[in-house]
């Protein structure tokens, strides 16, 4: 069963801290994205990428980065953790054309 | 930019059929999709359609595009408690590089 693995479902951090978010796809898809959802702002794009060590900013990217250094592997990078990116954190990785996205289980981050 | 509208809530009686709409503004729109997620879960591909079908059906699921409206829509047929979740309606299109649209999503409330 192809997959995409987010590899914590629950955080809890402290303001200030560096926190990373790791997530892994083992379909050989070339295309990988970040997602945050929050409660009435739907799902919104932090990072996307199209290849390894490619990225391309989404609609907020601030205070956020991203690493791909494997094609498997997409990294999201919070550098000074805040308060106000306590939210859910979704992976989503496609193909080239148009299957659709497959989404992690998703990582509730919560910065106190 | 693209924008894809849904209502943000249906409430439906076990055994009724649903009907989630979506309407979306991009024309170059490729491919439509329907995603489902359940509480505290990663979004899962339901269906999706080609832009130049009209219709798709998959067991209780029937999606129907009116393409020259933008309106796409998801019927969901003798609905049961385990359709209840947050239904997102997205768009894939060429100009847009690989990068899906996504609405806020309805959520689906089935009453016993």
């Known amino acids: 069963d192809v997959k995409v693995t987010q590899s914590s479902r629950y955080l809890v951090k402290r303001t200030g801290e560096k926190v990373f978010l790791e997530c892994v796809q083992d379909?050989?898809?070339?295309?990988m994205f970040w997602y945050r959802q929050d409660p009435g702002l739907g799902l919104r794009l932090i990072y996307f990428s199209y290849d390894v060590k490619m990225k391309e900013k989404g609609d907020i990217p601030e205070g956020y980065s991203v690493s791909r250094e494997k094609k498997e592997r997409f990294s999201l990078i919070l550098e000074s953790a805040s308060t106000n990116q306590t939210s859910m954190y979704l992976c989503?990785?496609?193909?080239?054309?148009?299957?659709?996205?497959?989404f992690g289980s998703g990582t509730r981050l919560t910065v106190v | 930019g693209e924008d894809v509208e849904q209502s943000l809530f249906l409430s439906v009686r076990e055994g009724d059929s649903s009907v989630i709409n979506c309407t979306y503004t991009d024309s170059s729109s490729t491919y439509l999709y329907w995603y489902k997620q359940e509480p505290g879960a990663g979004l899962q591909l339901l269906t999706y359609?080609?832009?130049?079908?009209d219709m798709k059906q998959d067991q209780r699921l029937t999606v129907l595009l009116n393409k020259k409206d933008k309106h796409l829509s998801l019927r969901i047929a003798d609905t049961q408690t385990g359709d209840s979740a947050i239904y997102f309606c997205a768009e894939i299109s060429n100009t847009n590089a690989g990068k899906s649209t996504f609405g806020d999503g309805t959520t689906l409330t089935v009453k016993p």
């Open positions: 379909m050989d898809h070339e295309n």
């Open positions: 359609i080609f832009s130049n079908m």
């Open positions: 989503a990785s496609s193909q080239l054309g148009g299957d659709g996205y497959t």
